[in-house]
């Protein structure tokens, strides 16, 4: 299965990188994701930022973060996928490298979408279960 079917319809939520970390925590929480892309346009990706990078962030430096900006923690080496790419090589892909967002691009390298982990294994579990009902049927049909 590829990813064109999980990201259809699907809405990817953007930050800038100027932004304050302040508003990144809000826009995590408004949007209910762990995961933000930044983006000066909405098209070009400049980063990701996650919850993760915030915790990150804070041992010694609490008394800063506010005023920090997104620039200050967001992951600058973006790894990416397609529409195209499979389910399974995403899913590779997550696991190796512990990641656990991934944005969509088109062709010219503009953002589609984002992917989680948790559409992963949605999926993943939807599938297994459509097989193991088919398997089911077919036991069922033969006797």
Known sequence: MKISSIISGKKVETISASA???????SLNAHHVGALVVSSDGKK????????????????KLDQ??????RDI???EVHTCTAD????????MMTERRIRHVPVVGPEG??????SIGDVVKNHVSELDSERQALR?????GN
């Open 85 to 92: 790419t499979t389910v399974a090589e995403l899913m590779t």
């Open 20 to 26: 304050s970390v302040h508003d990144l925590v809000n």
């Open 45 to 60: 990706i400049d980063g990701i930022v996650s919850e993760r990078d915030v915790v990150r962030a804070m041992p010694g």
């Open 65 to 70: 973060l506010e005023g920090m900006h997104v």
């Open 137 to 141: 049927d077919y036991v069922a049909s």
């Open 110 to 115: 503009n953002l589609l979408s984002i992917v």
């Open 74 to 76: 967001m992951t600058v």
